[in-house]
């Protein structure tokens, strides 16, 4: 066996050598073929997803494709804490703060949410390389150890094996930052049994690796002590460059490897989650989670979690995944992007950055500050794209190769 590891920009930009790669990429040969494994290096910062990271990982999973020696990819984070804690807050605040200081507030509608070059970039780099990953042509493994949220959600939900460890916590806690679950996450969400999925959208509440596994967002778990042996074993693997042979074989690898995963809060609460939930209109989901009377420890944080939240990042999330349930995972990555685009130009996402990352004090300012001021007409401004006779940006992709419900 060899390996050699590449520049993240395996195209040969000159970056400087005293600067770690914001991704490392590295191929290791077996008797069976390569593997390619793709590292998010940015530890300090949990590996959030920033637009250079995105890029250069979205361009090497392009590569890898193309590449008939290259039998499957291995996604990772490094360091111990995380393998990817969501986006980059920093660098959307800034593009938003520009944006909105040339912006205008039009009445009760909102102006056109172009303009803000960063988020547009962003946005539709993050939404093509989850898109590619829920349709890559070959088997690709996601080892979400620790941190997983937001849009470190949205690169492992869609790999074709998404392994989870004692240490995984999986959240999508954008409503705490005046955002919604995106990266496909109303997609995503839509389908978690028993309409669990509203509930961790709007109150962020976390989950481990068995309750990750029975909301359909990962496969395995696998102890951490382990990733050592499973990646050998996919190095020494018997492939045969057939998709479908090759994912079976990892399957059945990563199967002989995998232990139980313990029962989290989500499974021992599944009655209380599914009844909060059965409501048939958001008010009423919101009466019941506001009246959790159950000292758990789970359930509080996720009643005080809500109740310090968007508003508007809470009929958001709930407008969105009642229409991706009908939708195609292509035309609900089509519909985030203008709703996220509208969220940085005109709704409380640069507020919520503010309190918590920028000024710190925790204390946003909503606005529309109550639910009863966030009417299902209030959001239908966050659903509209700007000229509906121009091409989308996500226009090219397609439905043909959409991946599993």
């Not at 073929?33 to 793709?38: L, V, Y």
């Not at 996450?185 to 990750?212: C, H, I, K, Q, Y």
């Amino acid at each position: 066996m060899n390996a050699h590891l590449k520049d993240a920009d395996a195209q040969g930009s000159a970056q400087d050598s005293a600067q770690p790669a914001p991704v490392l990429f590295e191929e290791r040969q077996g008797a069976h073929g390569r593997i390619g494994i793709a590292t998010l290096n940015a530890p300090a910062t949990l590996n959030g997803l920033s637009l250079e990271m995105a890029r250069l990982l979205d361009a090497q999973l392009q590569r890898w494709a193309q590449d008939p020696a290259l039998a499957m990819v291995w996604l990772q984070g490094a360091g111990e804490k995380a393998f990817c804690a969501g986006g980059d807050l920093h660098g959307l605040y800034r593009g938003m703060r520009e944006q909105r200081a040339r912006g205008r507030w039009d009445g009760d509608d909102f102006a056109d949410p172009r303009g803000n070059v960063h988020a547009e970039a962003f946005f539709e780099t993050e939404y093509r390389l989850d898109y590619r990953i829920h349709t890559y042509p070959k088997p690709l493994l996601c080892w979400g150890h620790g941190i997983v949220m937001g849009g470190g959600i949205g690169l492992m939900a869609g790999a074709s094996h998404r392994v989870v460890s004692e240490r995984s916590k999986l959240a999508f806690p954008e409503i705490t930052v005046g955002l919604y679950p995106d990266v496909g996450g109303s997609w995503l969400l839509a389908r978690v049994p028993e309409r669990a999925g509203l509930f961790l959208a709007l109150t962020g509440a976390p989950l481990n690796a068995g309750d990750a596994i029975r909301a359909r967002l990962a496969d395995h778990h696998l102890p951490e002590a382990r990733r050592a042996d499973a990646l050998q074993a996919a190095t020494d693997a018997p492939w045969s460059f057939d998709a479908a042979r090759d994912r079976a074989t990892l399957t059945v690898l990563l199967q002989g490897l995998a232990e139980p995963a313990p029962a989290g809060p989500l499974q021992q609460h599944a009655a209380t989650v599914a009844d909060l939930c059965a409501a048939d209109s958001l008010e009423a989901t919101v009466a019941r989670i506001e009246a959790i009377e159950s000292d758990d420890p789970w359930l509080q944080t996720a009643r005080k979690t809500f109740a310090a939240g968007a508003p508007g990042s809470a009929r958001l999330g709930y407008e969105l995944q009642r229409r991706a349930a009908a939708l195609s995972l292509a035309d609900t990555f089509r519909l985030e992007y203008w709703t996220s685009l509208h969220c940085a130009a005109h709704g409380d996402f640069a507020e919520g950055i503010r309190a918590l990352l920028i000024d710190k004090d925790r204390n946003p300012r909503w606005n529309p500050a109550t639910l009863a001021q966030a009417t299902a007409s209030w959001a239908e401004s966050f659903f509209r794209a700007p000229d509906a006779a121009q091409p989308h940006p996500l226009a090219d992709l397609g439905a043909a190769t959409e991946p599993r419900a």
